[in-house]
């Protein structure tokens, strides 16, 4: 318990400056994106747990799945996410389970991270720590994307990018 409560507190430190529970609450309440990942890491830790997986879990499913639905949101309970996780826009994002994600990632809208089945690469993407990847940016295949890397608007990223790095298509 004590994993998913320091993980939703990093979550919640991405969107306001101060945690606390009136913060929570708000943030909760009236940013529709920390709803969505506060479920996801619910989930996740409730799956994870085997005393919870046949009495809790179930429950927890159906709100992750709700607002999957209702956000536009696609990325798998089962997907690895570090701490301070943050969605900025809320709509049309597809994670495929098998990527990792590292901590401090923020991700726009219109965000895929997947496979590059055309080219028989069943293999997702690593995405490390602290990357920005910027509206409609697109990651595909078995690659790694370093630390503290900026992926431009409507990039697509089919090789691996080094740490410190903007990429855009015109990298």
């Known amino acids: 318990m004590k994993s998913l409560y320091s993980k939703i507190l990093s979550d919640l430190s991405k969107y306001e400056k101060k945690n606390s529970l009136y913060k929570f609450v708000y943030t909760y309440v009236f940013k529709a994106s920390f709803k969505y ?12 747990n085997i005393v919870f997986r046949y009495t809790v879990f179930p429950f927890s499913w159906i709100f992750w799945r709700h607002y999957s639905y209702k ?30 994600i590292g901590s401090n990632v923020t991700i726009c809208q219109g965000v895929t991270l997947g496979n590059n089945s055309v080219r028989g690469d069943k293999r997702s993407p690593i995405i490390e720590n602290g990357v920005y990847i910027a509206p409609g940016a697109k990651v595909f295949g078995g690659i790694t994307v370093g630390d503290n890397c900026v992926i431009g608007a409507n990039a697509v990223v089919t090789r691996s990018i080094e740490k410190n790095i903007v990429f855009s298509n015109k990298s």
């Open 37 to 48: 990942v506060f479920w996801l890491r619910v989930t996740n830790y409730f799956y994870k």
């Open 71 to 100: 956000f536009g949101i696609s990325i798998p309970y089962k997907t690895q996410i570090g701490y301070g996780f943050k969605i900025n826009h809320f709509t049309g994002i597809i994670i495929n389970s098998k990527t990792v």
